[in-house]
C-alpha cells in the first residue's frame, strides 16, 4: 500500500472532523481530505482538484506556527460547518480548535520534522492522530542530509528514535507503506514540555553529518506493522468517539493496549 492510499484509509477510518497537512507540493495528499483543512508550503503549486475547504498557506511551517491564532481558519474559516460553529458543543469548530489529522511532509531535515512534531501536538489532543511520512528510509544515500536522490527521505527517521526516548507517553507505530514508511503517533500531550526543554540537546546529538548511520532495524522495516493490519483494528472506532466525547486522558491506557495489541 502506498502512502496515499494510506492516507485516504486513515481519513475513512478515523474521520477526522479537520486536516492539517505540512508540505503540500502538488496537492496529491491535500486532495484527500473532505473536512476543513490548514495546508502549509512555502513552495506549492498545487495540480490537482482539491474537494475540501482549505485554507493554502505559502509560508514554512515555523513561520506558519510563529503566527499569533495559526488555526484561525478551522475556528472562523468558510467550511460547511461554520453556522453551526457558535453552537457546537465539543467546541471542534470554536474557540480552540484542536487538531484531529495531520500530516507531516515537509523539510526532510531531522530538527525540522521534530519542531513541525512539537508544533502539532501542542495543537492536538491525546485522540487525535498524527503522521509523519518518509520515515522509513531504503538506504543511507536516501537518509543523507544532503539530498542526492530522486526519492529522499532525509534524517526525518530520527524523530521516532527521539519520541520513544524522551516520550514513552506517546505511542509511536512505523507502518511499512511504500515507498519510504510512515510513522503514526498517538496519545498527543500538547502540554508537555518535555522535547521544547530539551530540544537544544537533542539536536546536538542527533544532527551529524552524512553519512547518517541509520539503524538495521530502521532499514529492514523490523518493527513496522503492515498498514492494512492498522487499518484493520478495531480501536479506529473507539479512538473516534473517545475524540469526538473529548474523554480524558485516562481513557489512553486502555485504548493504547488495543492499539499495541495490533502493532505489537
Ligand atoms: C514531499 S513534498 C510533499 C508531498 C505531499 N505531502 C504529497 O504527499 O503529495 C514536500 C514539500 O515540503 C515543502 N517544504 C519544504 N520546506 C518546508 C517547510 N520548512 N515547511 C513546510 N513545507 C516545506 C516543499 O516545498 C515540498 O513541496
Redesign the pocket.
Known amino acids: 500500500m502506498n502512502?496515499?492510499e494510506f492516507l485516504r484509509s486513515v481519513h475513512r477510518v478515523y474521520r477526522p472532523r479537520n486536516y492539517l497537512?505540512?508540505?503540500?507540493?502538488?496537492?496529491?495528499?491535500l486532495a484527500l481530505s473532505r473536512v476543513p483543512s490548514v495546508a502549509?508550503?512555502?513552495?506549492?503549486r498545487v495540480v490537482t482538484d482539491i474537494s475540501c475547504d482549505v485554507h493554502l498557506v505559502r509560508a514554512?511551517?515555523?513561520d506558519f506556527f510563529a503566527r499569533k491564532d495559526p488555526l484561525l481558519h478551522l475556528r472562523n474559516g468558510r467550511n460547511p460547518f461554520r453556522a453551526l460553529a457558535r453552537k457546537d458543543p465539543l467546541n471542534v469548530l470554536g474557540a480552540d480548535p484542536k487538531l484531529e489529522l495531520s500530516?507531516i511532509?515537509?523539510?526532510h531535515l531531522f530538527e525540522?520534522a521534530l519542531r513541525d512534531f512539537m508544533n502539532v501536538e501542542r495543537h492536538s489532543r491525546w485522540s487525535s492522530v498524527i503522521l509523519l511520512?518518509d520515515m522509513l528510509p531504503r538506504d543511507v544515500d536516501e537518509a543523507a542530509r544532503d539530498r542526492h536522490t530522486r526519492f529522499w527521505t532525509g534524517d526525518v527517521y530520527k524523530v521516532a528514535q527521539v519520541l520513544r526516548r524522551y516520550r514513552p507517553d506517546l505511542l509511536v507505530v512505523e507502518v511499512d507503506t511504500e515507498p519510504t514508511g510512515v510513522v503514526a503517533v498517538f496519545g498527543a500531550d500538547p502540554g508537555s514540555t518535555v522535547l521544547k526543554d530539551r530540544y537544544d540537546e537533542i539536536v546536538e546529538e542527533y544532527v551529524v553529518p552524512d553519512p547518517q548511520q541509520v539503524p538495521d532495524d530502521v532499514l529492514a522495516r523490523k518493527k513496522a506493522v503492515r498498514p492494512e493490519t492498522l487499518l484493520g483494528a478495531d480501536f479506529w472506532p473507539a479512538l473516534g468517539r473517545a475524540r469526538n466525547l473529548r474523554r480524558p486522558r485516562s481513557a489512553f491506557v486502555p485504548l493504547r493496549r488495543s492499539i499495541e495489541a495490533v502493532t505489537g
Open positions: 502512502r496515499h497537512e505540512i508540505g503540500v507540493n502538488d496537492g496529491r495528499s502549509v508550503d512555502p513552495a506549492f514554512t511551517s515555523d500530516f511532509d515537509g523539510m525540522f511520512d
